[in-house]
């Protein structure tokens, strides 16, 4: 099964992610902020049932003020031996104004499994701004670049529709189209 | 695998007859905060200042996370006791009873082999204290804290709860009510301590509450490594350890702060730990979780200046019945700071690990760098643990990873062992010994050894 969420306004969600029929998930998020918005995303994953397996990525783009909360809670009840699951978390700051709470936590009551996550928070490699610029891009649309190269890896997991509101967003925010 | 036994020995469940001189009425009340204030002789500034505490403590309703504290019982703790009314330089003067305890304990091997100077605390009361010389004669002070406000009240006066103000908790209110004996340390600008200093704490009396309070300054270009390992016999009534520790590291100061901690079972072990690093300043935490029937303990580093960096190692072990909530914050509050925070944490027999951290970044402290290392191995089905890595983070110029994993014993690890001859227990111990080696082999020797043997003890019990 595949889950994926777009967060892009001012939304706050909640998700749970069950094993009803199959038993393996994968789940994507985006969730971007810009202005003062304060998106946020509740993510549950509950594994109750044995030999189930779930992979979660989720990107987060805090530009401007904005203020994004973003929980992720892998959640092992006893019984449900054999589990498999990772969370993996990443933030990329660009607003200076900007501000990330982040909350991955896990919630283990079998031995039996394999469960792990990673997250981090972080802002646009100089190294990289610099490369770009000092090939005559403007940093603005360097910025852009970065932006994209974040989210691209999880672009292919996402509905068009998805794709476009991001790229909706990103035009807006770095209010130009991007350099072809 | 059988199943693990009903109540894992306490290799230290002696008891020591209740010689105590003088001890208050179980509760709390205005009145067991002055008769403590008076027996010790304490100047006004303490007295009100334990008193307000009292009225905080009362207003405060009890943490609503972390272990379940609702078997405590506030009524019914003695606040104060005290075995004797003197205090001893050496050894041979230590009364017989009290030495046989630290006996059993190792203390008088530890005094020979790797330290210079041990204060021990023996229901609630600092009895021995020996300092070496030459430390005396750099200006270091190290006596128990009731002693430091009688003899140095200018510079207590100064610092005292700054770092953990009585509301900060309902528990570190508690402690600044009815605190009593606990270390303090003052290191002078450019002196180096470089033997472990140490201290011991037991719980003896039935329902007898402990409430050290240890503040240790370290003036710039200081450094100095603390040392605390405590342990309590067996009773059947809750006893509550609810210490505060207040470290403030000073320009370019070192502070290393090592716990290993092995209450008895029926403890209620919940301490604020906190230190304030300055520009420059290193503070590292060694925190070791391995008894008590709930601990919550999360020492932090909260950083001032630039340049300030901080390093919490903790480690949690919970068997049956008992609930390590433990972990560490680290909050950055000025820029060019950097933090590391690893955590290990073991469960079996029933047990429940808990990893509570924070890492906060706030607006302004640019170039910030922090990364937490949390795993966690659980035995049996019968145990549980969790991870609650909180990451708020107030500025973009900063660079934050976290890194988490749960699992059990590796099956092939173990065979590989159990082939070579090893039983299942012994190869389970060596496993778990390897799994927590990062943080034993930042203990001083004696801990580590102790810690690698409590360890065996465990598996023994709980596997094969």
């Excluded at chain 2, 001893?88 to 059993?104: G, L, N, Q, S």
């Excluded at chain 2, 005094?111 to 300092?131: H, T, W």
């Excluded at chain 2, 919550?296 to 200046?305: A, E, I, N, Q, T």
Aim: net charge neutral.
């Amino acid at each position: 099964m595949k889950k994926t969420i777009v967060l892009v306004g001012n939304e706050q969600r909640e998700e749970t992610v069950e094993f009803r029929r199959d038993g393996r998930a994968k789940v994507v998020a985006v969730v971007i902020g810009r202005g003062t918005a304060t998106p946020s995303l509740n993510l549950h994953v509950l594994h109750d049932r044995q030999d189930t397996e779930s992979d979660i990525v989720i990107r987060v783009l805090a530009l401007d003020q904005s203020r994004i909360n973003v929980r992720g809670l892998l959640d092992i009840r006893k019984g449900a031996k054999g589990t498999r699951t990772y969370l993996k978390a990443d933030a990329l700051m660009l607003g200076e104004e900007s501000k990330v709470d982040l909350v991955p936590s896990l919630e283990i009551d079998e031995n039996e499994v394999q469960a792990g996550h990673g997250a981090s928070v972080g802002r646009v490699d100089d190294e990289q701004l610099f490369y770009l610029t000092s090939r005559g891009i403007d940093r603005k649309s360097a910025e852009r670049m970065v932006a994209e190269g974040f989210l691209k890896s999880v672009f292919p997991e996402l509905t068009r529709r998805d794709q476009n509101k991001i790229r909706k967003v990103l035009d807006h925010a770095f209010d130009r189209a991007p350099l072809r | 695998m059988p199943a693990p036994r009903v109540l894992r020995p306490y290799k230290y469940g002696f008891r020591d007859p209740e010689n105590v001189v003088f001890q208050t009425e179980p509760g709390l009340s205005r009145s067991v905060v002055e008769q403590i204030s008076w027996v010790k002789s304490e100047p006004d500034w303490m007295r009100e200042f334990r008193l307000k505490s009292l009225e905080i403590f009362e207003s405060k309703p009890m943490p609503s996370w972390g272990a379940d504290l609702s078997g405590l019982d506030f009524r019914k703790i003695i606040y104060y006791a005290s075995p004797t009314d003197k205090k001893v330089r050496d050894w041979k003067e230590v009364p017989e009873a009290i030495r046989k305890t630290y006996d059993r304990l190792g203390v008088p091997a530890a005094e020979r082999e790797f330290l210079a100077g041990v204060e021990a605390q023996y229901d609630s009361e600092v009895v021995y204290g020996s300092l070496k010389k030459e430390w005396e004669s750099q200006g270091v002070i190290f006596c128990d804290t009731d002693t430091a406000v009688q003899k140095y009240p200018d510079i207590v006066r100064r610092y005292f709860s700054t770092v953990v103000p009585p509301h900060d908790n309902k528990l570190a209110a508690l402690n600044s009510a009815v605190w009593s004996g606990g270390s303090f340390v003052y290191v002078p600008a450019g002196v180096s301590l470089d033997m472990p200093v140490q201290a011991y704490f037991r719980i003896n009396r039935k329902s007898l509450g402990q409430f050290e309070r240890t503040l240790i300054i370290a003036e710039e270009g200081s450094s100095i490594h603390y040392v605390e390992g405590c342990t309590a016999p067996i009773y059947r009534e809750a006893s509550l350890h609810a210490a505060v520790v207040e470290v403030i590291a000073k320009k370019g100061a070192r502070v290393r702060y090592t716990t290993v901690q092995n209450w008895s079972p029926n403890v209620y072990n919940l301490v604020t730990k906190r230190a304030h690093a300055f520009q420059d300043a290193t503070v590292e935490w060694v925190d070791g979780n391995l008894g008590s029937k709930k601990t919550m303990k999360y020492p932090s580093v909260f950083m001032f200046g630039p340049g300030a960096r901080g390093d919490i190692l903790s480690l949690a072990v919970a068997g049956k019945g008992q609930h390590q909530d433990a972990g560490a914050k680290a909050i950055h509050l000025a820029p060019h700071t950097s933090s590391t925070i690893t955590s290990k944490s073991i469960s079996f027999g029933g047990g429940r690990t808990t990893y509570r951290g924070m890492v906060k970044v706030v607006k302004g402290a640019h170039h910030v760098k922090s990364n937490v290392r949390c795993d966690a191995l659980i035995l049996d089905s019968e145990s549980r643990s969790d991870t609650v890595p909180v990451m708020t983070i107030g500025d973009p110029n900063i660079s934050i990873a976290h890194e988490a994993t749960v699992s059990r014993v590796n099956e092939n690890q173990l065979f590989y062992l159990q082939s070579r001859g090893l039983k299942e227990s012994e190869a389970t111990a060596l496993i778990v010994n390897g799994f927590m080696d990062p943080i034993t082999k930042q203990l001083p020797l004696e801990y580590a050894v102790e810690m690698n043997r409590l360890i065996e003890m465990e598996m023994e019990g709980s596997v094969g």
